[in-house]
């Protein structure tokens, strides 16, 4: 059993001067019902504690990691950079090379431009969409998450309404009318939308692999459904990639599903674990972005000299594979297939969904298609569940409706033992 004291201590202390004790809410592990733990340092697959517990990661800095913590060549990579300068607000090399980067791994990215987050990437991408179609709705989806910009803090109205209402204070009921929200996987509710609003719809955003409702897969001809109508409508559509992005392939779910979208948002993995965020897509609506154009954007840190070196260098190491996703994926798949069986074993009412080397555990019988149904699962079991692997030496995403990341660096041994801890917690949840 570990001991997380020191974890306590400082939780105590960091509630006095920081709101709830974090910087993000997801941290404090207020659905799982406990205290968060505090780190110190990563190596590959493990991170520790500061209490000195060793665990087998699984969040990845929720997404970021995909390389493991502290891979050698990234680290030199930021100190070597760390000396020359940490800003310019200026141009630099590396930026273009970035650019070319991801422009060569998505084709449907004729132009892109750096941000410090997912949360700029998306909010600016919706400005741009406003501004070309020359509209103010946009439609998301219910369960997707695209950062906290106001716009998408909305959720669904009741009833015959279509607006949106907001989900959080502070986000003005003006503001979210203007967006609509659908549901995922079900294409008569884009329909729908589009039969009220389609001359006023700029743009549909969509996280086309949806991974902040637990994990949930696109149908198949969901995705294209959703490139169709767009196109019917002059409407835009955006895939949000801010997790999927180098993630499930190099050029992401766009690669893998075969879709063209007309912007993406990029964030995450791209930076290597340092603050980085990026949009993109076709050059004519690119070219609008100032100075080239009219559409206000712009940071001080953007396109930041420490990012790019973290970011690039984790790019050119994945770039270097060409099994990169493929050794990933089948790592992801002994994981999932231990898990599996343990489930099995125990017969408890659950599964994993996996696509690349992000998944989930469900634990439902029914299928999970959108987020209405991810929510049927029994979100107390994996609070349950969630306890005894940290207990063990295992850190999953504090949350249900999270998906976990596997990295380059965790190896075979550490799989079979996640899969050999998951049967001990398993069998005490089926005893219980
Ligand atoms: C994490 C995330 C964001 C927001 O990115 P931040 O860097 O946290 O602002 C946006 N979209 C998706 C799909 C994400 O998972």
């Not at 650019?99 to 998306?122: D, H, K, Y």
């Not at 984790?314 to 297939?337: N, Q, V, Y």
Request: glycine share 10%.
């Amino acid at each position: 059993m570990n001991q997380h004291d020191n974890s306590q201590k400082l939780f105590t202390r960091a509630q006095k001067t920081i709101p709830g004790g974090v910087n993000s809410p997801v941290r404090a592990f207020k659905s799982m019902g406990g205290n968060p733990v505090f780190f110190k340092s990563g190596k590959g697959p493990f991170l520790y504690d500061v209490d000195g517990n060793e665990y087998i990661d699984y969040v990845s800095s929720w997404g970021p990691l995909i390389l493991g913590y502290c891979h050698p060549r990234v680290v030199a990579a930021i100190q070597k950079q760390a000396e020359k300068a940490s800003s310019f607000g200026a141009p630099t090399e590396m930026e273009v090379e970035m650019a070319e980067l991801i422009c060569q791994w998505f084709p449907s990215i004729e132009m892109v431009r750096m941000v410090n987050s997912g949360t700029e990437a998306t909010m600016s991408a919706i400005r741009l969409a406003r501004a070309y179609t020359k509209r103010n709705k946009i439609v998301k989806f219910a369960g997707c998450y695209h950062g906290h910009a106001d716009s998408f803090l909305i959720q669904a109205g009741s009833g015959a309404m279509t607006l949106g209402i907001p989900n959080s204070p502070g986000v003005c009921q003006s503001v979210a009318a203007d967006t609509l929200i659908a549901r995922y996987n079900d294409f008569a509710s884009i329909v729908k939308l589009f039969d009220a609003h389609a001359q006023d719809i700029a743009a549909i955003i969509v996280e086309p692999i949806l991974g902040n409702a637990g994990v949930v897969l696109p149908k198949e001809g969901f995705l294209q459904q959703l490139r169709d109508i767009t196109k019917k409508h002059g409407a835009l559509l955006i895939f949000d990639e801010v997790i999927t992005g180098f993630r499930v392939a190099k050029g992401g779910a766009q690669e893998l599903y075969k879709i063209a979208p007309d912007l993406t948002t990029l964030g995450k993995i791209i930076g290597g674990g340092l603050p980085v965020g990026a949009y993109g897509g076709r050059r004519d609506i690119m070219q609008m972005i100032a100075p080239l154009g009219p559409v206000y954007q712009a940071g001080t840190l953007s396109g930041n000299p420490l990012a790019m070196s973290a970011g690039l260098e984790t790019l050119r190491i994945i770039a270097e594979d060409k099994e990169f996703h493929k050794k990933l994926e089948t790592k992801t798949a002994r994981l999932c297939a231990g898990i599996q069986k343990n489930l099995d074993k125990f017969k408890i009412p659950a599964a994993t969904v996996r696509v690349g080397s992000m998944g989930c555990l469900f634990f439902t019988s029914q299928p999970v298609t959108d987020y209405e149904s991810a929510c049927q699962a029994d979100a107390g079991r994996y609070k349950e569940y969630f306890w005894h692997m940290l207990n063990l030496g295992i850190y999953l995403a504090p949350s249900q409706y999270e998906a976990f990341f596997l990295s380059a660096a965790h190896g075979d041994a550490e799989i079979d033992k996640t899969i050999a801890i998951s049967a001990q917690a398993l069998e005490k949840i089926a005893k219980k």
